[in-house]
Every structure is written in C-alpha cells, then in structure tokens.
Nanobody, 119 residues
Framework: QVQLVESGGGLVQAGGSLRLSCTAS???????????LGWYRQAPGKQRELVAR???????NYGDSVKGRFTISTDNAKNTMYLQMTNLKPEDTAVYYC??????????WGQGTQVTVSS
C-alpha cells in the first residue's frame, strides 16, 4: 500500500503561481516497484485529465494545455513530487490529484487538493 498526501492548493489570481506537493508513505522512485508518477486534475463536469507524468527511467509528459507553464519535479530523499504551476488561468481551476502506478498496474491516488484561479 502507498499513501499519498497532497498539499499546496488554494485560491490564486489569474497570472499567479502555486506549488503543489505530494508526499508518499514509501519510496515511489523504485523503478522495480513503480512505473509512473504524476499529477492529474478534474474540473466540475469534466473527466479527469493528465497534467504531468514522469515515467521512471523514461520520458516526462505534459498535458497540452499546461505545457510551458507547469513543471513536475521530485525530491527522492523526501519521497515527494511537486507541481510548479505558473501563469495560472481560470481554466486551470480543478481538483488536482497525485498518482503513482505500480509495475503490476495497481494505481494509488491522493485525496486531491483544490486549486481555484480567479479572473
């Protein structure tokens, strides 16, 4: 089992920045156990969508709408991944979830953190 705890959400004006954090209960950078780490978001009435994802030992991918504005990063020593969000837009308003997928396909999700961008 892996527990993921997000923090850092809040209310920000358009053009502003926020940094989300996701701390895991175990090392999620073990390439033998885990496949991908990432951030997803879900706005009201919409499907959950990919924001940013790291494939361990592979590429980093971003959703088209956040490329150039958001950056995913990790701190292996702290079992933590981050999502730095800049130039935020009202359409970025959503609940943001961190996620880890194990090699056996098992998904683990955080509880979500609300990001609200006012115009």
């Amino acid at each position: 089992q892996v527990q993921l705890v997000e923090s850092g959400g809040g209310l920000v004006q358009a053009g502003g920045s926020l940094r989300l954090s996701c701390t895991a209960s175990t090392s999620i950078f073990n390439i033998v156990r885990f496949n991908t780490l990432g951030w997803y978001r879900q706005a009201p009435g919409k499907q959950r969508e990919l924001v940013a994802r790291i494939t361990l030992g592979g590429p980093t991918n971003y959703g088209d709408s956040v490329k150039g504005r958001f950056t995913i990063s990790t701190d292996n020593a702290k079992n933590t991944m981050y999502l730095q969000m800049t130039n935020l837009k009202p359409e970025d308003t959503a609940v943001y979830y961190c996620s880890v997928y194990a090699r056996n396909g098992a998904p683990y999700w955080g509880q979500g953190t609300q990001v609200t961008v006012s115009s």
